[in-house]
């Protein structure tokens, strides 16, 4: 597939990432009160204001939960009908003075999240870090080549692009520590993810290819990690208060439908997968991604390079999965794929496995080495699925690392 062509300039450069053939959701604000948009070009389109023939209830709220209720039908009916108004010039006069630039505008949180769970599904991340802290031999988990291993995370937690992240407090113990001290996280560290957003309930167990036509879309997702704090407190349950602090989603939800084009097989098993978790089709993504970090007032350099392809199993197979309990999901449950890396040094997608936890700082533009996130630090997510001319975006996935407040004095020991 090809570019599709829109009256709207800016939208037909190879280099947008909010193309006709893309329309990704979101909610803006430009002073008026928050309200629900797509994406087109350099603008954002005021979707409750344009003749789209679907109930006006559906877009009452800054929210993208209603439409996701309402099902697939809608879903299509509404992209069908936002094609037809952006390609259309006989439309133009209608539907121009709804436009508003995306320079002008505050993007806030696309959808209310019901749920999070974040996954471990990434097999090359999976193997750096078992590889650190117990060698090659031992690396993967024995479970880890038949089930997409999770945890269940904090909804209040998922925070919007653009959300400063302060530095959090836990306990900490060192390897050569007889007991933990009450500190802030000194390895404090980004994850980069795709988040898959549920857009229709389940009341009970839904097979992988129900579970794919459940997904609304995707967003880029950083789960900011304390991984010192983790280290102490994750055996025997996992992860807990280092995963608490913090979850950035982007602001544009890209659709399945935008999506579609670009679609990839998982990748050979090791081991064969129990028949529940077979895929009917391709499942994975064509998705190039990439992580930014920038020193406070300093300039950007590109750490790490990798595609949402690098996967093991897919969001449709997490999906599958999380319901064989019986576990109901809900419309706006979110699961993040868990940290996506490759197989070359700069293509790992964390500080963690970048500077080989700590032995191996990166050395950035400024000449200034990381092994894990300072204050003032700003990491930036992008990811885009590259077609024939065109680019089908997911904007930029923005937080600024914030110093620890100060230490609350009924945390002090006691004079």
């Known amino acids: 597939m090809g570019l599709i062509k829109s009256w709207v300039v800016s939208a037909n450069s190879p280099d947008c990432d909010f193309p006709l053939n893309n329309l990704p959701y979101g909610v803006f604000d430009e002073g008026q009160g928050a309200r629900m948009g797509v994406a087109i070009g350099d603008c954002v389109l005021d979707v409750a204001k344009v003749e789209h ?108 692009s653009g959300t400063d992240v302060r530095r959090p407090w836990g306990q900490l113990k060192g390897p050569n520590d007889e007991l933990p001290r009450f500190a802030p996280c000194a390895r404090f560290d980004l994850e980069l993810e795709v988040g898959a957003i549920v857009g229709q309930p389940s009341s009970g167990m839904v097979s992988v290819d129900q579970a794919e036509k459940m997904i609304f879309g ?16 994750y055996q025997p ?3 807990f208060q280092a995963k608490a602090t913090a979850t950035t989603i982007g602001p544009w939800i890209v659709t399945r439908a935008a ?8 990748p050979e098993r090791e081991r064969p997968l129990l028949p529940y978790l077979h895929e009917p089709g391709p499942m994975l993504y064509d998705i190039d991604l990439s992580v930014g970090l920038a020193p406070e007032g300093k300039g950007e350099t590109i750490i790490a390079r990798t595609n949402y392809s690098n ?41 963690l496995e970048l500077s080989w936890g700590g032995r191996e700082p990166i050395t950035l533009q400024t000449g200034e080495k990381r092994s894990f996130l300072e204050d003032g630090d700003t990491l930036t997510l992008y990811g885009a699925a590259k077609g024939d001319g065109y680019r089908v975006g997911f904007g930029a996935c923005t937080g600024k690392v914030l110093p620890a407040i100060e230490q609350p004095e009924w945390t002090k020991e006691q004079g």
């Open 53 to 160: 023939g679907l109930d006006a209830a559906l877009f009452a709220k800054p929210e993208w939960n209603a439409v996701m209720a309402a099902g697939p039908q809608v879903w299509d009916a509404l992209r069908s009908r936002l094609t037809e108004l952006l390609s259309d010039e006989t439309n133009r006069a209608a539907v121009e003075p709804h436009l508003v630039p995306l320079s002008d505008v505050t993007l806030k949180m696309p959808f209310t999240v019901s749920e999070f769970t974040d996954f471990y599904a990434s097999k090359n991340h999976a193997f750096n870090v078992g590889t650190m802290f117990r060698g090659p031999e031992n690396a993967l988990p024995p479970n880890w080549l038949s089930i997409p291993i999770g945890y269940n995370g904090r909804a209040s937690s998922v925070v919007v």
């Open 218 to 233: 995707y967003v880029l997702l950083n789960d900011w990690s304390a991984r010192d704090i983790q280290a102490w407190e």
């Open 237 to 239: 349950l996992g992860p």
């Open 259 to 266: 999506l579609e084009p670009f679609r990839v097989p998982t």
């Open 311 to 351: 996967m093991y199993y897919s969001a449709a197979q997490q999906l599958c999965h999380h319901t064989t309990s019986g576990c109901a999901m809900r419309v706006g449950d979110l699961l993040g794929s868990g940290t996506i890396s490759g197989t070359d040094r700069d293509s790992r997608g964390s500080l």
